[in-house]
């Protein structure tokens, strides 16, 4: 009887051998998927900032180019104002 107990636990370690392979393979690949979609979230975050900041600069910008209209609005209203005294 213990013959037999030594060949069914030597056969037992037989078959987990694969299993414990196919199993680490598993979470190897598993790791890898998450390193990876953490990689491109972190991308995809420096993507987002950079986006948000090339709009801030955008609406100063356009916020510049409105004040300096108004400006030239003022002062064309100026000269007309001072035109129409002058010939008038």
């Known amino acids: 009887m213990p013959d037999s107990l030594v ?12 299993i414990i392979a196919i199993l680490t393979r598993h979470q190897q690949k598993m790791t890898e998927m998450l390193n990876s979609k953490q990689a491109e979230n972190a991308t995809r ?10 709009i ?4 100063r910008q356009m ?5 300096a209209i108004e400006q030239l609005k003022d002062t064309q209203s100026r000269q007309r104002t001072l035109e129409t005294r002058i010939s008038g």
């Open 45 to 54: 975050g420096d993507v987002n900032a950079h986006l948000l900041n090339e």
């Open 7 to 18: 060949a069914l636990a030597i056969l037992g370690l037989m078959m987990m051998i694969p």
């Open 63 to 67: 916020d510049d180019m409105t004040l």
């Open 56 to 59: 801030a600069h955008m609406r």
